[in-house]
């Protein structure tokens, strides 16, 4: 599985943006997904995480609200809506796809996406 982000920028404070991640080969739908980020000088934290089938959600505190993680099956992509950005949501944002079989672990990162929000 190869994993593509796009569509970071800079965006002033307030702003929008929207992150797609586009995987590859035909195992897309059955891989728990979620995007991640990195900040100067900070650690890479989870920013949400979505089910493989997409019945369910979750959000780190600090986006909660302002975020939203979807994805679309038959376009094997992965999307995060960003909202209200603040400059503390500056980061490499990373794409990051994960499933269980037979007691191994599966895990694909993306290259990394840099969203940069400032005036």
């Known amino acids: 599985v190869q994993l593509v982000e796009s569509g970071g920028g800079l965006v002033q404070p307030g702003g929008s943006l929207r992150l797609s991640c586009a995987a590859s080969?035909?195992?897309?739908?059955?891989?728990?997904m979620s995007w991640y980020r990195q900040g100067p000088g900070k650690e890479r934290e989870l920013v949400a995480a979505?089910?493989?089938?997409?019945?369910?959600?979750d959000y780190a505190d600090s986006v909660k609200g302002r975020f939203t993680i979807s994805r679309d099956s038959a376009k094997k992509t992965v999307y995060l809506q960003m909202n209200s950005l603040k400059p503390e949501d500056t980061a490499v944002y990373y794409c990051?796809?994960?499933?269980?079989?037979?007691?191994?672990?599966?895990?694909?990162w993306g290259q990394g996406i840099q969203v940069t929000v400032s005036s």
């Open positions: 990051n796809g994960k499933r269980y079989r037979f007691g191994l672990k599966y895990e694909y």
């Open positions: 979505i089910t493989s089938g997409g019945g369910s959600t």
């Open positions: 080969g035909s195992t897309f739908s059955t891989y728990d």
